[in-house]
C-alpha cells in the first residue's frame, strides 16, 4: 500500500470514516488522525507510531459545540479559553463523558481537546462529523513533523492517506491546559504561554 496525498477534505473524512488514518496539517504540527469514536481505529495509531498504550490521545474539534458532546462538568473558564485561543495552539483537559472510547483516554476519565487553526483540518472535522484523534504524525519519540515529507519519511506505505497542508506556521506543540482544577494547570508548554492566557484571560496557571 502506498499512502495517498491529496488535499481533498471528503477523500480524507471518507478515509477516517472507513476506519482509516490519515496525516493531517495543523498550525503546530502534523497530527495522526484516525476517527476518535473508533476504538480500532484509534488502536491502529498506538501500532504504527510504536505508542505507549498508557499515553492519551487528545482530540481535534471543530469547536466547543463539539467538546460539548463529548465532555461533561465543563467549567466557564474553557469556555472563556476557548473564544479567545480558539482555533489555536491550546489543547484543554476536561471530563470525558462515555461516548469517548477508553483507548482514546487510556482508561482515565478526562481527555485532551483542541480545535487546531487549520482550514484543511478544521474541513475534515466536519465532513467526518466526528472528532480526530490525532497525536503528532511521527514516530514515538522521534521529532514531530512539520512538512509533508518528513510525514511520509515516517509513513509512507503505512498509512492510507497524508493531507498536504503545506509547512506548520507555529512548528511547535500545543500548549496543554488542565481545566479540571483550580486554578489550571500547564501540563505541557508549548505555542501558547502561560503569560498570553493571562493577559487575555484573567485566568492565573500553576
Not at 495517498?4 to 498550525?27: M, Q
Not at 489543547?91 to 485532551?112: C, F, R
Not at 488542565?178 to 504561554?193: A, C, Y
Request: hydrophobic share 40%.
Amino acid at each position: 500500500m502506498k499512502t495517498s496525498v491529496t488535499k481533498d477534505i471528503n477523500t480524507a473524512a471518507g478515509v477516517i470514516l472507513s476506519g482509516g488514518l490519515c496525516a493531517v496539517p495543523t498550525e503546530t504540527v502534523y497530527g495522526l488522525a484516525a476517527n476518535g469514536l473508533d476504538s480500532s481505529a484509534v488502536q491502529k495509531i498506538y501500532d504504527v507510531k510504536g505508542r505507549p498504550e498508557t499515553k492519551p490521545i487528545s482530540l481535534l474539534v471543530s469547536g466547543m459545540a463539539d467538546v460539548e458532546k463529548f465532555c461533561e462538568d465543563i467549567p466557564d473558564t474553557a469556555y472563556l479559553m476557548a473564544e479567545k485561543f480558539w482555533p489555536g495552539p491550546l489543547t484543554m483537559i476536561l471530563k470525558k463523558n462515555p461516548s469517548v472510547p477508553e483507548i482514546v483516554t487510556a482508561g482515565g476519565d478526562t481527555v485532551g481537546v483542541r480545535c487546531p487553526d487549520h482550514g484543511l483540518t478544521l474541513g475534515i472535522i466536519r465532513a467526518a462529523g466526528a472528532p480526530l484523534a490525532a497525536p503528532s504524525a511521527n514516530i514515538s519519540g522521534c521529532p514531530s513533523p512539520k512538512n509533508l515529507r518528513s510525514v511520509l519519511d515516517y509513513f509512507d506505505g503505512k498509512i492510507e492517506c497524508a493531507v498536504d497542508g503545506g509547512e506548520c506556521a507555529v512548528g511547535i506543540e500545543s500548549t496543554i491546559v488542565d481545566m479540571t482544577v483550580t486554578p489550571p494547570k500547564v501540563l505541557r508548554p508549548g505555542g501558547l504561554s502561560r503569560e498570553r492566557i493571562f493577559d487575555e484571560t484573567g485566568i492565573g496557571t500553576v
